[in-house]
């Protein structure tokens, strides 16, 4: 993983060729902890991945182990055979530790923020998970913006963060112009309450889940839709989800739809969740 020294140092000027942009982070990983993100991935950008030649997707910061880079290529690849994913670390120990696990279509690499690729190659997606949690809320703007830049124009940077196992995921997805969406994702049997999700918030909204915030009133209404839908829990935890998202939807701008929210997904304008 990578963390920067300060706001400046995620600036859009060139870091020296000699180090790479941003500093090492503890590194922590686990098999499948990246799932849901994949899979909604997968789901919503197969059309961008499909584009054109082989893609070229990056899993920046993987970590101490490689799990997270070699599930991407596997999970990519139900949608393009011939994706090829690049790891990124910035410690050239996790590097070295990750080699054996190269294989056809996935390679590893030293590097940071400036996303070092073979002749600058734009990337079809960056994914960017637990990267920026370590971070200051004022640096994220200039990470994101100096990240959106390496993107190919129809690239995706998803940046987010989740718990230890993966049941419970919040991510931004960004395209070159800036961020899109925000999308909660759940494992819906261990979800009390949906404002159980704040925990994960990506640094740009975590210290905003506060009265007057938009995202505070966005999990307001959540925790309210879910206890109206109580009726629904005798059916499962998924049709009450789903009760409670179409409740949501007559007053948030939701950009997704059933097929997604029966994943325990939903994804909500970036504009309406965005800090004041």
Excluded at 189 to 207: F, M, N, V, W, Y
């Amino acid at each position: 993983m990578v963390r920067s020294s300060s706001p400046s140092s995620a600036s859009s000027a060139p870091p020296p060729s000699s180090r790479p942009l941003g500093n090492a982070t503890r590194g922590t990983t686990n098999p499948n902890r990246l799932r849901r993100m994949d899979r909604w991935i997968a789901a919503t950008h197969a059309t961008a991945l499909r584009r054109g030649p082989a893609p070229v997707a990056v899993d920046l910061g993987y970590g101490a182990a490689p799990w997270t880079a070699v599930e991407l290529l596997a999970r990519l690849r139900t949608v393009r055979a011939d994706v090829q994913v690049v790891g990124i670390e910035i410690d050239p120990e996790r590097v070295a530790a990750a080699a054996p696990y190269a294989c056809p279509g996935l390679v590893f690499a030293h590097g940071g923020f400036e996303v070092p690729l073979p002749g600058r190659r734009p990337p079809v997606l960056i994914r960017a998970a637990n990267v920026l949690r370590q971070y200051a809320e004022e640096e994220v703007t200039a990470v994101w913006e100096r990240l959106c830049a390496r993107l190919a124009p129809d690239g995706l940077l998803v940046e987010g963060t989740c718990d230890e196992i993966g049941r419970r995921h919040v991510w931004v997805a960004l395209g070159p112009e800036g961020p899109r969406t925000v999308t909660f994702a759940a494992r819906l049997g261990a979800l009390e309450t949906p404002s159980d999700l704040a925990e994960r918030l990506p640094k740009a909204l975590i210290h905003r889940n506060v009265p007057g915030q938009p995202v505070h009133a966005f999990l307001r209404d959540f925790d309210r839709a879910w206890a109206a839908a109580a009726p629904y829990a005798s059916l499962g935890a998924r049709q009450r989800w789903m009760r409670s998202v179409l409740a949501l939807s007559t007053a948030w701008p939701l950009a997704d739809g059933p097929r997604r929210w029966r994943q325990g997904e939903v994804t909500v304008r970036w504009e309406a969740l965005a800090p004041v």
